[in-house]
């Protein structure tokens, strides 16, 4: 089994910055990628940053430039820095992490950009 744990969202105002970790524990010798996707109400959860195990990462179109995610293998952790945050940041956030068998989920964190 694989548990993630999720710190660091919170309230945080346009042009502002937050920075999300995901510690994971458990079966994660195999994992191909760990990842942040978020979620805002009436949409569906969207891919927000993926990094693989070799370490390349992909970013969705509207965080490019602004976002970065990082992984620290030491401590299984995941990180997002998420810089110049708009309003359509808005959105409950979770870390995902991807096996050949299964995708493992947060709890999720809210994240709320607004003035």
């Known amino acids: 089994q694989v548990q993630l744990v999720e710190s660091g969202g919170g309230l945080v105002q346009p042009g502002g910055s937050l920075r999300l970790s995901c510690a994971a524990s458990?079966?994660?010798?195999?994992?191909?990628?760990m990842g942040w996707y978020r979620q805002a109400p009436g949409k569906q959860r969207e891919l927000v940053a993926r990094i693989t195990r070799s370490g390349s990462s992909d970013y969705v179109d509207s965080v490019k430039g602004r976002f970065t995610i990082s992984r620290d293998n030491a401590k299984n952790t995941v990180n997002l820095q998420m810089n110049s945050l708009k309003p359509e940041d808005t959105a409950v956030y979770y870390c995902?992490?991807?096996?050949?068998?299964?995708?493992?989920w947060g709890q999720g964190t809210q994240v709320t950009v607004s003035s």
């Open positions: 458990g079966s994660i010798f195999s994992f191909l990628a």
């Open positions: 995902n992490l991807a096996t050949m068998a299964n995708n493992y």
